[in-house]
């Protein structure tokens, strides 16, 4: 979304002008395949305590943050309540930005009746055909936005509130032959064309709806993968690098970060070259703290985190926490407005709430029995088979065994601003 196309004209001032061995018993190993799901859950969480009174004792519990990570999440909340409009939206270019607000504050306290606004005016504008970023008025169509929105639901557990075979094939509708999502307004060629940013959103969204046929997604991907750099980074387009108007994208680290978490979804392991090489780059940009982009920190925290960095992670959340403004919320120096907005505030909460939590494999801020149920159910699959599920596979590294659920164990009944 570019807010020079389809955004109102107020909200497009907002934002462009400034702009990752135990010992094991057979039955354990063989358990996901055939037990029950309660037998299954037991001694799941039977392991979990021995494994972490094991790592207790033998000193190696990853001690991950320390510091005033709760408070500064909470005041975040706050902002984000506090700047909740009536209908539960953000005001103008809203959509983009109530997806993270409201995703940010689920996190945190579950479906509050604030929360639940902003699902049902999420869902609506989804469902509306002509709401702005479906094309509207100018016909122009962008698939981050409604991508966007439509993972922020999923990810939320309010996938439920779309009709999501009405919803699913319009936005698959934006897919283009080249495999790509529209659409980023080229400015060079005053036309619409695919972008990383319209296609990573788009994906993110499809993919954890299951909304996607597995050919559309392999012809996405590919596109994805082209526009990838020496230094592996991603453009924005085949000519165009990065554009600060681009809002869910406007620069070349939030990017790298945003595919690098669709390649998560996708099952691609931390050792995949696209996959190492783009880590590196996110790994030197902490070094160079980002260059003070928060929204692009926001970013890698989650996809540092999806793929078991967990040194890396550590720099990109205290860099976060660093740049919270006093009103509790935050603002991106890319972007036009000064002051906190939604927009940055939503994403550097959910990287708060979520980074450094590594087998948070239901992304809902908590390290629980859910997680190790969930690493239990997919235990000893393989990347494309039915109880596969990337989130499952913690260290990602494309076997889903002991490891992984050694790291949920490491974490549990832990929230990632209690590590
Ligand atoms: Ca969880
Ligand atoms: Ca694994």
Do not use: C
Request: aromatic fraction near 8%; hydrophobic fraction near 40%; proline fraction near 4%.
């Amino acid at each position: 979304m570019e807010f020079h196309s389809g955004a109102p004209i107020s909200s497009r001032r907002f934002f462009t002008i400034d702009s990752r061995t135990l010992s094991w018993s057979r039955n354990m190993t063989n358990l996901s395949s055939v037990a029950p799901r309660k037998r299954l859950v037991l001694k799941a969480v039977i392991l979990a305590g021995l494994v972490v009174i094991s790592l207790s004792s033998s000193g190696i519990v990853r001690q991950v943050f320390a510091g005033s990570r709760t408070s500064s999440i909470d005041s975040a909340i706050t902002w984000l309540v506090g700047h909740e409009l009536s209908d539960g939206s953000y005001g103008f270019y809203s959509a983009p930005q109530t997806a993270p607000a409201a995703n940010g504050m689920w996190i945190r306290s579950g479906s509050t009746p604030k929360v639940q606004l902003s699902y049902t005016w999420l869902s609506s504008q989804l469902e509306n055909s002509s709401t702005w970023f479906w094309g509207g008025s100018n016909g122009l169509a962008e698939a981050d936005v409604p991508g966007e929105v439509m993972y922020s639901l999923v990810t939320s557990q309010h996938l439920g509130e779309i009709s999501l075979s009405i919803v699913g094939p319009r936005l698959l509708n934006l897919q283009q032959p080249n495999g790509g999502f529209l659409g980023y307004l080229d400015p060079k060629l005053n036309q619409q064309v695919t972008s990383s940013v319209d296609t990573a959103e788009a994906l993110r969204g499809l993919i954890d709806a299951r909304a996607m046929k597995p050919s559309n997604q392999q012809s996405a991907i590919n596109y994805l993968l082209s526009l990838q750099n020496s230094d592996g980074s991603f453009n924005l387009t085949r000519t165009v690098a990065s554009d600060a108007l681009y809002s869910l994208g406007p620069e070349p680290i939030s990017m790298t970060a945003l595919v690098l978490l669709v390649l998560k979804d996708a099952s691609f392991t931390a050792s995949d070259p696209h996959v190492s090489s783009a880590l590196h780059f996110l790994s030197l940009a902490a070094s160079a703290n980002f260059n003070g982009h928060v929204y692009a920190a926001s970013l890698a925290t989650l996809a540092l985190t999806q793929f078991d960095r967990p040194s890396n992670a550590t720099v990109a959340v205290n860099f976060i926490l660093s740049h919270q403004n006093s009103d509790g919320g935050f603002r991106d120096t890319a972007r036009s407005s000064t002051g906190s907005n939604p927009l940055d505030t939503g994403w550097a909460t959910i990287a708060l709430e979520l980074g450094g939590l590594f087998g948070d494999t239901n992304l809902d801020g908590v390290v629980d029995v859910m997680d190790l149920s969930a690493v239990g159910a997919s235990y000893g699959s393989a990347p494309g088979t039915s109880r596969w599920n990337p989130r499952s596979d913690v260290d990602a590294n494309g076997v889903i065994n002991i490891v992984d659920l050694v790291l949920v164990a490491n974490s549990f009944s832990k929230k990632a601003d209690s590590l």
